[in-house]
């Protein structure tokens, strides 16, 4: 055996096997990737047959037969969020997950979920045999066997809250085996929400009612006002998580057009739950009735229709129409093929909004600005038919991607819904020559 002369831990190789003399996997060696990437190079090398090797303990034994499930179907993505390489594991639950979603699985208490790691906790036998005889599909098929079509599916990119409830409702809830714990499927739901101001920026507690029937989300400025303040219909508006725009781990905006302009709302609840069930009882209110508009629609299109997660939003600076006005801090939020800017994130209204078509009609981003224009820095321009937009992001990694966002949108054909969506933002400020463009008018 190889140690180090100087007494010292060596921090990557032990070798006890070689080709001559085959010993046993040196597990201590095999815990940091470089040194995993190092033995398997080596025993590529060497070995065409591993099966002479015989684990030293049951621990090492048990920890190969691991790893090894993770090759099976199903394994090899996380339970939870679907993201690649799981190193994790419920041990009562039977399934492999990924750090994130094991730190949520901790969170639940070991009564509902005991989270181990596949490499650095030791296994034993039965721990290993209940591994091999559930899995990621097995346990799918228990936990998600009732997964109404409209529930939204959170992936690694999620906000916390949606990845948290998504796992609470599985394991905890038991949501999807039991009908009647899924309460977002009656069409109705009452409750207060904590909303911000439109003009000082402090929350206040409103009533809201969601009525599927009607079409209407509404919510009243006192609770026993006979008008609500506003009544928004749920197939026009869009409701999306922005929990570090609106400073809440279950902060959502609701965003809809009214008169021309997109108008936004943000609102939280103290309870995950309860702000995750307000967002799955839009998508199932509005699932519902496309389902009634388009008889033969397809699960799949349905769903992309529900809501929508903003593309990217960020602060870049931008100059005025004449582009000689100094440049200013704006706030710029890219929803679908609508490029928004705000003075402050959380205004009730952008600034200025603009359509996004397609690059055969003209659009495109470039980088930096037209010659003799003045230049702030990581500056890239937005062409459209109806004016140049110069702008500065206030990084270089950033101006890279937006601009790559942007020209993504400048590829993708205009479908009827982005028509619709042009065209109720008629009224917006430089806005006009686009949209008869894209209506060809
Ligand atoms: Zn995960």
Known sequence: MMTSTSGRECPYLVITGSPGNPGVIPSSYAETQPARKEWRRWEARNFTDFSFFTPKTMVERNKKALLDLLNKDGNSECADCGCGDPDWASANIGIFICIDCAGIHRMLGAHISKVKSL????????????????????????????????????????????????????????????????????????????????????????????????????????????EPKAAIKISELNANFTPEKIGNPNGLQISWVKDGSTRNIYVYTEDGKDIVDWYTSVRAAKYNRLKVAYPGGNDADLVTRLT???????????????????????????????????????????????????KSDGYKALEGVPPGKQDVGNSFTIRTPGRDYLLGAETEEERVEWMDVLRKVFDRPISPQDSTAAANLVHKRGNAPVLNSILGK
């Not at 030791?122 to 097995?138: H, K, R």
């Not at 997964?147 to 599916?153: D, E, G, L, N, S």
């Not at 038991?174 to 109705?188: A, C, D, I, N, V």
């Not at 207060?192 to 439109?198: H, T």
């Open 119 to 226: 490499r650095l906790d030791s296994w034993s036998d039965d721990q290993v045999e209940f591994m091999t005889s559930t899995g990621n599909l097995a346990a799918k098929a228990k936990y998600e066997i009732h997964v109404p079509p409209f529930y939204h599916r959170p992936m690694a990119k999620d906000p916390q809250v949606l990845r948290e409830q998504w796992i609470r409702a599985k394991y905890e809830r038991m949501e999807f085996q039991y009908l009647e714990r899924q309460t977002y499927l009656s069409g109705y739901k009452e409750g207060f929400l904590w909303k911000r101001g439109k003009e000082n920026s402090t929350f206040q507690q409103r009533r809201f009612i969601l009525a599927e029937e009607d079409d209407i989300l509404k919510y009243y400025q006192k609770a026993d006002a006979k």
């Open 308 to 358: 929508r997660t903003f593309v990217k939003e960020g602060w870049l600076y931008k100059t005025g129409p004449r582009h000689n006005e100094p440049y200013k801090r704006r706030w710029f939020t890219l929803d679908d093929r609508r490029l928004m800017y705000f003075e402050d994130p959380l205004d009730a209204y952008p600034k200025g909004e603009i359509f996004l078509g397609h």
